[in-house]
């Protein structure tokens, strides 16, 4: 399986000079579901880019299973981590909706039969099942970026990396996603994904990250992150926790509160 490890990375754009990532230690281990989350800027795709190899430490070393990903090609990283890009219009380049989610699985060298279906399945779990010979320019924003969440399900990788999956989505968007990130925790896949939405985060990730300023804040169960005590650490990187956990300080519940504990807990005060 596939173990990521992020060693005193710092990365400074060379165009810009801008300090993205100011020493990042970070471990994630096989199958966890860990959500990264900051204010714009904070150094969050930065962060992502690494781990595929796309962008290469200035400083530290990204270990992949324990192997320095320096070492290894892009392509060769491309099989064990896929990164879905935030801005969908930077990945899709193919004429239909089928072809894109076979590019990744056509480089792989798998064969016609293996890629079909890889491709069918992927395209059912975002919902674009009907579209295989559409245009992805005519799918619109949120599909668009679904179909680049398909991209990167099809080609099996141990470790998925979402860069805002949820941004744009509506809720029914924000289901399948969370039903993805579920999917591929049932499978022993890794899913780091960075997200806005901190109700979506709260519900489907086991940790959250939280960075500012390109460096790790708070790592921890999202009982932890959204806890009254991290609020105002949360706030210095523009995060307001999700609603339940407000609730739930207020009640006495804790951050991560059911619904069916909220509610008990207003009916014995009323009672
Ligand atoms: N390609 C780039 N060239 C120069 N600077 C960049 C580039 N991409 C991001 N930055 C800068 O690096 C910092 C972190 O950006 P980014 O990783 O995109 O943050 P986030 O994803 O958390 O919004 C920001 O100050 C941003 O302006
Ligand atoms: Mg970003």
Partial sequence: MTELRLEGLVHVYPDSGVRALDGIDLRIDTGERVALIGQNGSGKSTLARHLNGLLRPTEGLVLVDGQDARERTVASLAGDVAVCFQDPDRQVFSGTVAAEVDFGPRNLGWSADVRRTAVATALDAVGLAGDQRTNPYDLGDSRRKLLTIASVLAMGTPVVVLDEPTTGQDA?????????VRQLAAEGRTVVAISHDMTFVAE?????????????????????????????????????????????????LGSTPTPDAVVAALRARTA
């Fill in 172 to 180: 029914r968007g924000v289901a399948r996603i969370g039903a993805i």
């Fill in 204 to 252: 489907h990730f086991a940790r959250v990250v939280v960075m500012r300023a390109g460096r790790i804040i708070l790592d921890g169960s999202p009982a932890d992150v959204f806890a009254e005590a991290a609020w105002p650490i949360l706030a210095s990187t523009f995060l307001e926790p999700p609603l339940a956990a407000v609730v739930g300080a207020r009640l006495d």
